[in-house]
């Protein structure tokens, strides 16, 4: 008789739509498969990511037809940037930018502001109302006994999906885009999350200079005890527990108190973090990358534009949406750096492309454009390129080699993408984690924080100086260097996708053993 064959692992992938989310979860099935081609996956999202894992699948198959196909599961309810944008609006929601965030959220960090932004950024942690959550968790409860996988992977944003394994008591990793800092700050030894490393609203330096101790203190307070006594996180809660029995579960509980025997996988690793003592249950799998096209591939078009020469590239990610005031601020930025760059004739020409999501609609191109009125003797001559989208990845356009600087918001991905292309960065964050980023970039001697004084706004002064100072100022060959060797540390751990899918195969084994 003939062995029996080895039980496939089943595994189920519970993740947000967004793309600052989803796409380290697309980026780790396709390592899962590159590795098991044949290996069970079944991935439970909303109908926003039904073509992108499909597209995993379709990629792979070009050089392994045997891939197994990942089962797509689509949850019931509303995703959760939608359940936000109706939280925000809601009434006795706090005053909010039309169809943007709270006002509080982008003014300058101070006691009162932070203080009134912490309040009024609850909904993000549960952004659903209490029947709206019921049937997110009513629906990844159904998919969750459907499958019964041997292993979920959850994504650590998704408060329906944290709740439903924990009440179902079922094996789960936890797989985040980002730092090591949040799961790991709290287990700092001798407090250190008090008083050396920047409460995440705060946005002060690393370390904490030591008259702002105290305040840094009490905003790490206030913020966990604004969330645990917040009146309409209690009201879901309740709600939850009375429909479903369910006990809420929110990213906060993997901050203070989460599973002993739970894995939380994190897309950093500790050279391109705050120092930090990391926790047992903490893997670093270093930067976690979608699989890309190449330029050359997505838009031959833009890569012979690149090629003409050095290129400082814009793009504030797809969660910030920039005012037509704003856009002009930047734009009279651009056109000091391109003035001033034209002042040295020794340099070859440098070109700008920048990336923007509008907030209202405002013109970008045409004569009755203010932002084209400031650039319009650049974009002529097809030095400035501005687009609302493009088909490259922006980390093909890094990988290129032609980009000299990066201008962005302090996201996650957009960090990661930057330091994994060896490319120096200028960082204009917008709230929380943003401006950690910042801190990162200017303590590894990578780029510099290009609104430090008018953060979360920037001026055209301040940003056309910090720029200036990556691409041609006295430390901008260190920074080169700098980032060159930040690289070659991501580079040696391997790609991060990979890293996470072996630990998921191996936790999946154990687990079946």
Known sequence: MAPEAPKRGKILFLTNPEPSESNIFLATMHAVLQLQPDAEIHCASFNLLTESVVSVVENLRQTVP??????????RGIPMKAAMNIAFS??????RIPNYLPVSALKSPSFFNTTQGVRDIVPLFVPYNGPQLVEVFTSIVEVIKEVDADLIVVDTL????????????VRYVCLSPNSLK????MAQPYGAALWKFPAIPSGFDYPVPWHLIPMNIYFLIFTIYTFMKDQRRGEIEAHLKKETGADLRTPINLFRDRPADMKILVG?????????????????CGPIMVDISPVAKADPELLSWLAKGPTIYFNLGSLVKVSEERAIELAIGISVILETLETKPQLPQHQVIWKIMRLNDYPLSGSESKVVDVL???????????????????????KTGHVVCTVHHGGANSYHEAVSSGVPQVVLPQWADTYDYAQRVEMFGIGRWGSRTAKPLWTAPEVSSAILDVVIGE???????????????????????VNAARIILEECARIMA
């Open 66 to 75: 045997e891939t197994a196909p990942i089962t797509f599961h689509e949850l």
């Open 90 to 95: 809601r009434e006795g929601a706090p005053p």
């Open 158 to 169: 998704m408060t329906a999906a944290l709740t439903a394994v924990n009440h179902l008591n």
């Open 182 to 185: 949040e799961f790991t700050v």
């Open 268 to 284: 950093s690793q500790p050279e391109i973090d705050f120092p930090l003592v990391v926790a047992d249950d903490i893997y670093p």
């Open 376 to 398: 319009a003797k650049w974009i002529e001559a097809d030095v400035v390129r501005i687009v609302e989208w493009f088909p490259a990845d922006p980390n093909s356009i890094l």
């Open 475 to 497: 430390k901008s060959q260190e920074m080169k260097e700098n980032a060159a060797k930040i690289r070659a540390a991501v580079d040696e751990k391997g790609p991060g996708g």
